[in-house]
């Protein structure tokens, strides 16, 4: 939402999002395949010093939204409900494909904004090994950009380099269904470069967060996940709290 490479010193922001999300799970030659859309909405407010003068301003709209595709590779067959219920927990190997759109707020006369005006993709594999009531998770993929020709002042070009991500999960189940888990994401790179001048805004940061599930039917759940940056050399130098409602249709 705040792009963490602009040059700008001193900022503060506090702003509330909501989204809607919506999923489908199917099969694609014989292997359980999934599509994810996501397209937040958030307001608030942000304050920083530029040029050595305090500026704020309200935001509130789109933000980008991001379409996922999934696939398991190895150990996920397509299955129905009542066989995927019967059928063991085993390893499973999977890949994904992150697309970001350029169609949240964006005014390329403002250095802040809620959109990116670029595209994203990010290309991912993952492994999820189950362990009793234990699960353990992990995942590599990195972030690719197009380039914002529409870059503050509104006539600049801005380009970003790849970025790295890797994380891992560990988490316990209950009897009653519900779940907690605790999450570390390591991720480098993403230095960018403004009409072909590279700023030092390489990250190499570290966050680490925890969630709580707690089933309320058969086809509901309400999630508690918090994140902190533990380890922070550029942008992401911050705390999220969300309260997430999952609804789960046949």
Do not use: C
């Not at 209950?174 to 960018?192: E, H, M, R, V, Y």
């Not at 190499?204 to 994140?227: D, H, V």
């Amino acid at each position: 939402m705040v792009d963490p490479t602009v040059p700008v010193q001193d900022v503060e922001a506090e702003f509330s999002t909501t989204l809607i999300a919506g999923g489908y799970t199917f099969a694609l030659w014989g292997r359980q395949a999934r599509v994810l859309a996501l397209q937040p909405y958030a307001w608030g407010s942000v304050s920083s010093e530029i040029g050595g003068q305090q500026q704020s301003r309200a935001l509130k709209g789109l933000l980008d939204p991001r379409v996922k595709f999934s696939v398991g590779l190895v150990g996920a067959p397509a299955l129905t409900p009542e066989e995927f219920a019967r059928t063991p927990r085993r390893t499973v190997i999977g890949a994904s494909l992150t697309v970001i759109a350029p169609t949240g707020e964006y005014d390329s006369t403002r250095l802040i904004n809620l959109g990116f005006n670029r595209w994203a993709f990010k290309p991912e594999i993952g492994i999820w090994h189950p362990m009793g009531r234990w699960t353990l998770e992990g995942s590599a993929g990195i972030w690719f950009y197009t380039t914002n020709d529409s870059y503050f002042p509104g006539t600049a070009k801005r380009t970003q380099d790849p970025f790295l991500g890797l994380q891992a999960h560990v988490s316990y189940t209950f009897d009653n269904g519900a779940w907690i888990g605790l999450d570390g994401t390591w991720f480098s790179g993403g230095k960018t470069h403004v009409n072909e001048t590279a700023a030092s805004d390489r990250q190499n940061n570290t966050r680490l967060g925890a969630t709580l599930s707690l089933p309320m039917s058969r086809e509901q759940s309400l999630k508690f996940i918090y994140s902190t940056g533990v380890a922070t050399r550029r942008g992401a130098d911050f705390d999220t709290f969300v309260v997430l409602w999952q609804l789960v249709m046949p």
